[in-house]
């Protein structure tokens, strides 16, 4: 626990750092996991070889355009040996499951500690939107994990609703709960919230609602926040990852997390495109060690922020999202559990 609060708190003092002092962090992190990855994971060591690429050329994010791009199904193509970094044991490691919105879900291998920094770069997100660490948040998930121990002091607790279960039924039990604080993907946060509008359902009052996994769109915004009368935020963020960017209170845009992951904005010849214009979403991440990403072809599409949030925040702006995630299909005169994903 010691150990994560150091973590946080250092993350909490990274966002306030200037433009300059996160590009040179950045790329201070990026070299040492291009340079891990070479030396220690076979797919990158031979792809770095094949492109005539050394780590010691990395003076700048510019020469990283010279790795070629790496996609899920050449990873899924792999064997567990070419993608896991040497001395690393896999049953040591964290499995993460990619949702397999593409129809092919991948299993993701990470270190205890670096899901630890994977989980304080979520932490220091939902912080600045508003999350203390005494609120109950309501996941809605597929399967609920056990608790912590952290939980039976009051600290960061946790309720998961099943998403296979109706609507209606998750309105009634948060209403028992009383939480502060909801998380889900967009879906599922306007399924329920249009399920507390049709059962005139008005006394759950939330702090704030997390919304991920799918694209959101102002329409569901606005519903959301009728129905639980708070600000909604949007975040963005993948299993392979963790939390690329999100939004902070200004709703200006979404933050990139840039001490934790690159992204890059490119257009189909694999150049950078310029801020205001959209281009496709290619990331490495910069604190996963067992199973690194490196140029990592996520699948969406972005336009990177032409100016500053008005918050003083260091992490440039991502203002919009497009494409790759889940879309879902509004029906409003649907019952709230006909209402299906596309």
């Not at 600290?155 to 309105?171: I, Q």
């Not at 979404?254 to 690159?262: A, G, M, R, Y």
Request: charged share 25%; aromatic share 8%.
């Amino acid at each position: 626990m010691l150990k994560s609060l150091i973590d946080l708190y250092r993350l909490n003092k990274n966002q306030w750092r200037s433009s300059e002092d996160l590009a040179a962090l950045q790329l201070d992190r990026l070299r040492t996991v291009v340079q891990h990855a070479y030396d220690k994971v076979l797919v990158y060591r031979r792809r770095f070889d094949d492109a005539g690429f050394h780590p010691d050329q990395l003076q700048g994010l510019d020469d990283l355009r010279r790795i070629p791009t790496i996609t899920r199904r050449e990873l899924q193509s792999l064997p567990l040996e070419d993608i896991i970094a040497s001395g690393v044991a896999p049953a040591a490691c964290q499995t993460l499951t990619t949702a397999g919105s593409s129809g092919m879900p991948l299993t993701v291998y990470v270190r205890p500690q670096d899901d630890r920094m994977k989980d304080m770069v979520w932490a220091r997100t939902s912080l600045a939107c508003g999350k203390r660490l005494t609120d109950i948040t309501v996941y809605f998930k597929y399967q609920s994990a056990p608790p912590q121990w952290y939980e039976r002091l009051g600290l960061w607790r946790r309720l998961t609703l099943s998403v296979l279960d109706p609507a209606e039924e998750r309105v009634r039990i948060m209403q028992q709960a009383s939480p502060q604080v909801l998380r889900g993907n967009a879906f599922e946060l306007l399924n329920t919230a249009n399920a507390a509008l049709e059962m005139g359902v008005n006394d759950i009052r939330l702090r704030a609602v997390f919304s991920m996994g799918s694209l959101l769109d102002d329409v569901a915004r606005e519903r959301i926040s009728q129905a639980f009368r708070c600000d909604v935020f949007d975040f963005y963020g993948a299993t392979e990852l963790g939390c690329i960017a999100w939004e902070c209170p200004e709703h200006r845009g979404l933050h990139i997390n840039v001490d934790n992951v690159v992204v890059e904005f490119l257009d189909s010849d694999d150049r950078p495109v310029a801020p205001g214009e959209s281009g496709r979403i290619v990331c490495t991440s910069l604190n996963f060690f067992a199973m690194p990403f490196i140029r990592y072809e996520i699948g969406d599409v972005g336009v990177l922020g032409e100016s500053p949030c008005s918050c003083g925040r260091g992490l440039p702006l991502m203002t919009r999202l497009m494409g790759g995630r889940t879309i879902f299909l509004y029906d409003p005169m649907a019952a709230p559990s006909r209402r299906r994903l596309l």
